[in-house]
């Protein structure tokens, strides 16, 4: 068994009216809304070529794309892996390291959810997908999205 590197992305998809891209896991009996987010794949690969590749992985957006702008809000959120995904790491780990990025996308771009991660999706503006996250990480990247945009980090 390959054990997940315990360092990920979480890329918060975004217009630029704000409205943010929330997805329901596929793996979960609750009500699990989230951004995009996943783990490195080697302990060498950037967190921007990780962001990159998942967030094709999961939507099937190109962050690379002309109308798209992938942002490095240089942030990293530490936190305790919840007990149900810590047999996907190895023995003893049990805290990962997260890289908060934000990606700019054009309104109306087309979304193909990965059916084995999300089972639906839907854009919501930026305060209602804070209100709608099961992951306080995912919340309070959605809640700081104002600010960074408005620092010019997107635009």
């Not at 704000?18 to 989230?34: C, E, G, I, P, T």
């Not at 959120?77 to 149900?84: A, C, L």
């Not at 049990?94 to 089972?119: D, K, M, Q």
Request: proline residues 7%; glycine residues 6%.
């Amino acid at each position: 068994m390959r054990y997940k590197i315990p360092q990920s992305v979480l890329v918060l998809i975004h217009t630029p009216a704000l409205q943010v891209l929330m997805m329901r896991r596929a793996d979960s009996a609750s009500d699990f809304w989230q951004c995009v987010t996943g783990s490195k794949d080697e302990e060498g690969e950037p967190f921007a070529q990780t962001a990159t590749r998942e967030v094709l992985e999961e939507t099937g957006i190109d962050a690379t794309g002309p109308d798209c702008l992938l942002r490095d809000w240089e942030l990293q959120n530490v936190y305790d892996i919840y007990p149900q995904w810590l047999h996907r790491y190895a023995p003893g780990v049990t805290r990962n390291v997260e890289r908060v990025f934000s990606l700019r996308v054009p309104t109306g771009i087309s979304v193909t959810l990965n059916p084995r991660e999300h089972t639906h999706y839907r854009w919501l503006p930026w305060r209602e997908a804070a209100d709608c996250c099961y992951s306080p990480s995912n919340a309070e990247a959605c809640l700081l999205l104002p600010r960074f945009a408005g620092a010019g980090l997107n635009a």
